[in-house]
């Protein structure tokens, strides 16, 4: 940041390293704030900083590339990922109204159990091999595979969108080990049918992947899993940033008797 300072504003002493460290760490509430670095051989040779302000539909950004490592690609790799982050912070523009999202790592809250159980069965419309039977939850089912997912000392991350009288009507969610680097996994995401066609399944999931971002920067990777006949969910995902590098079969073996 001082030697493109320098270079633009040669005039103007830079501020120092300690108000510098202020105003990365301390934005203003109604801001939200990103930055990145590039790096070569070990050293910080680009920056680049999204700021986007509380409802507001644009955007503030600064790339700065120290001059002696320019024409090697790393503006265009910030660019890039400026980008794609601003995408995700697209949902945060645009609330969808009358709904409120709510986000936990670990156990549902005790308030919110019954109906967040509830909407998950929302995922039993959804296209699946012929034969599967579909999975019914409850509140029992809920907090069983949370403490199978404790046990594996994997988080399990849940967005969901509720709405006046306090109900869950969309969730999305999302598995990650607690190891450093680990890859996360996003898992069922479903909106109950009378609350579909309105933006709460990009809502709630563009608001997970923004929050795992912010919780766990040094998570590189996001997979999912996408039925092709789900036409409504695969445009979704790739709207999101996913892009597909596998395919799985599933077939179903009926046994006799």
Known sequence: MAHCHAEATAEEPYRSRADTEAYLRHPPDVEARDYWIAESSGECVGFAQLGVLHRSPAGHVDILVRPGARRRGHGTALLETVRRQARLRDAMARPVDGYALQTWVGPAPDVLLASYAAARNAIN?????????????DAALVRDLEAAL???NRDIRVTVAVD????VVAFTELRVSRAVGATAGTEDTAVVASHRR?????????ESLRRLQRD?????????????????????????????VALYTSSVLQLPG
Do not use: H, I, Q
């Not at 309105?198 to 563009?206: A, D, E, F, H």
């Not at 040094?218 to 006949?229: F, I, R, W, Y």
């Open 164 to 167: 006046g009288r306090g109900e």
């Open 150 to 152: 404790e046990r594996r």
């Open 216 to 244: 766990r920067p040094d998570v590189p990777l996001v997979a999912t899993m996408n039925a092709e006949e789900n036409r409504a969910m695969l445009e979704l995902n790739r709207a999101v940033g996913f892009s597909p």
């Open 125 to 137: 419309d959804a296209p699946r091999p012929s034969g599967e039977e579909a999975v019914v939850w």
């Open 198 to 206: 309105r933006g709460l399944g990009r809502w709630v999931k563009l």
